[in-house]
């Protein structure tokens, strides 16, 4: 199945300070993608989609203004937490879908980028 | 608004045992239905995807099937084995959309 890499796979950062991630399809052109966050022995929850050149589209409940996405490139997206606080710290997890997957309906998901805020 | 729920949450089996997962959702127009693997602190894996026209997708010993009448998908895994020990999630599809609503998962142990 087409390859979706995330960066990076852990981060610990103190309280106050701005985390990116990114979210990169290496194989197929991902026209949108997805971003989800899991917390501990739960499971994922949608945050947000995005597509390529223009503004994402949030779920009912995530703080855009905390949560910058841009999708900037067929092949990128970025998520950025703001200030990021000690309730901040979970699993954030992009999938994407495109090309490679248009045919069949089928997402594909990164490793995930643990966030750790003290 | 789907609600995804996975029954059991845990369930450990001894090795060679085959075993059933249970998916249930309460919007059966639903489009595609996914099952998922997570091992500990990893993403996720996709196993079987099946169409919103299939009934079952088959991957080796596993097997998936869909009931949307009854909001049901069963994941079936044949002859289980100690590298099976994860979690399994499934997820359906918000409409013809590829936003998933994820289930609450069942962690799977495979005993030696």
């Known amino acids: 199945g087409a390859v979706v890499s995330q960066h990076p796979s852990r981060v610990i950062c103190k309280s106050g300070t701005s985390v990116k991630i990114e979210c990169r399809s290496l194989?197929?052109?991902?026209?949108?993608m997805f971003w989800y966050r899991q917390f501990p022995k739960k499971s994922l929850m949608l945050m947000a989609t995005?597509?390529?050149?223009?503004?994402?589209?949030?779920e009912q409940g995530v703080e855009k203004d905390k949560f910058l996405i841009n999708h900037a490139s067929l092949t990128l997206s970025t998520l950025t937490v703001t200030s990021a606080h000690p309730e901040d710290s979970s699993f954030y997890i992009c999938?994407?879908?495109?090309?490679?997957?248009?045919?069949?309906?089928?997402?594909?998901f990164g490793e995930g980028s643990r966030l750790t805020v003290l | 608004k789907q609600e995804v729920t996975q029954i059991p949450a845990a369930l450990s089996v001894p090795e060679g045992e085959n075993l059933v997962l249970n998916c249930s959702f309460t919007?059966?127009?639903?489009?595609?239905l996914q099952w998922f693997r997570q091992d500990p602190g990893k993403g996720l894996t996709s196993l079987l995807l099946?169409?919103?026209?299939?009934r079952e997708q088959t991957s080796g010993r596993l097997n998936a099937s869909l009931d949307k009448s009854s909001g049901r998908s069963t994941l079936y895994i044949a002859a289980s084995q100690p590298g099976d020990s994860a979690t399994y999630l499934c997820?359906?599809?918000?409409?013809?959309?590829?936003?998933?609503?994820f289930g609450t998962g069942t962690l799977l142990a495979v005993q030696p």
């Open positions: 999938s994407a879908s495109g090309l490679a997957g248009a045919n069949t309906g089928e997402l594909f």
């Open positions: 919007d059966s127009a639903i489009y595609n």
């Open positions: 194989d197929f052109q991902a026209t949108t």
């Open positions: 099946i169409q919103s026209s299939q």
């Open positions: 997820a359906s599809y918000r409409g013809a959309t590829n936003k998933l609503i």
């Open positions: 995005s597509n390529e050149g223009s503004k994402a589209t949030y």
